[in-house]
């Protein structure tokens, strides 16, 4: 570093050797907390296990084994991740039975799901509508409105695909017989109903019991209704089909569930106009049919198990029965080739 000093005589020249820093010189932001930060999170150990039973406009319902039911909010710890119905949670905070239900608890762990009911939207993005269910009863009506089988498929896409198992239930069976329409899933061997307005579903009930069931379909179809006289004190509201459209108006606006007597829950929905399966493999498909998923096996490459070549076709030969389960592998595959069930 050069300094320079003036004289009568002139500039005097000082060579000055630069000062050398050290960690000493930097400044630092004093810290906003005294308390040091730590990389352990808390782990909850009072925490008490939880169904989420609803969630309506971000609140959530949630539901303990002592039957208590409370409102609920994730906690921060938890991130983005959101719940759905059918989670099962871990709670701290929950309110005494005295206290108002608008004393939230805290959700600070969702626990593992072992499967989710999901579907695809326009926009390519997933929708998981609940988890940790056993069955997902596909309902439809024997007429008003009318059954669809695109409809039925891809519903059973979306069951087989994360392991659920499907139930067929056609309601309104008093007004036109479901036989035709049940027929082309003979073969799958799946668990049917046929239910009538003017009695109790006392098969389904007994089917149900002791398991997570959520019921799926189109508005109109009488899946409210259907609730109404499985679980007594469930008061939804029901509505009529428009005659001049053949299509029901929503009656739920969210999905709930509800405990049913004697262990075991039943899960609402509310009806679906579009259920888009672009998430779901055709490997997928083919695993919920284990005898012909072997056989697949030796198709040629990129086989659509629906043409010449197939390996399945030597496999069916003239046995009825696999006849019947390839024709309904094979219908199922349709159904993953268009985007969404209008």
């Known amino acids: 570093m050069v300094d320079a000093t003036y004289t009568d005589s002139g500039p005097t020249i000082v060579m000055r050797k630069q000062r050398e820093y050290d960690e000493d010189d930097i400044r630092t932001r004093p810290s906003r907390s005294t308390k040091p930060r730590s990389k352990d999170r808390p782990q909850f150990a009072d925490a008490l296990a939880a169904r989420v039973i609803t969630i309506d406009r971000g609140r959530v319902t ?75 009863a596909i309902v439809s009506a024997t007429s008003n409105p009318e059954p669809k089988h695109g409809f039925v498929n891809r519903a059973l896409v979306a069951a087989f695909a994360e392991g659920i198992t499907p139930i067929l239930v056609m309601t309104k069976s008093d007004l036109a017989s479901g036989d035709e329409f049940l027929e082309i899933y003979k073969a799958m061997n799946l668990p049917t ?9 006392s098969d389904l009930i007994e089917f149900i019991r002791g398991k997570v069931t ?119 595959l349709a159904s993953l080739e268009s985007i969404s069930i209008k």
């Open 62 to 136: 949630c539901a303990i084994d002592d039957g208590r039911e409370f409102f609920a909010i994730t906690a921060r710890e938890l991130g983005r991740r959101s719940v759905v119905v059918g989670d099962l949670v871990a709670v701290v905070g929950i309110p005494e039975a005295n206290q108002a239900r608008e004393d939230f608890a805290r959700i600070v762990r969702i626990e593992e799901r072992k499967n989710s009911l999901r579907r695809s939207a326009d926009d390519g993005s997933e929708r998981v509508l609940v988890a940790n269910v056993d069955y997902l």
């Open 193 to 201: 109903f046929q239910l009538r307005k003017d009695r109790m579903p």
């Open 214 to 332: 959520v019921l799926i379909g189109h508005s109109g179809v009488g899946k409210s209704t259907l609730i109404n006289k499985i679980v007594k004190e469930a008061e939804r509201q029901t509505g009529e089909v428009n005659e001049a459209t053949g299509k029901g108006r929503h009656t739920s606006s969210s999905a709930v569930a509800l405990e049913l007597e004697g262990e075991g829950w039943i899960i609402d929905t509310p009806g679906v106009r579009s259920f888009g399966l672009s998430h779901i493999a055709k490997d997928d498909v083919i695993a919920a049919f284990p005898d012909c998923a072997e056989i697949a096996t030796r198709c040629p490459k990129n086989c659509s198990h629906n043409e010449s070549e197939c390996a399945l076709n030597a496999w069916v030969g003239d046995d009825v029965g696999r006849q019947g389960r390839v024709a309904a592998l094979r219908q199922i």
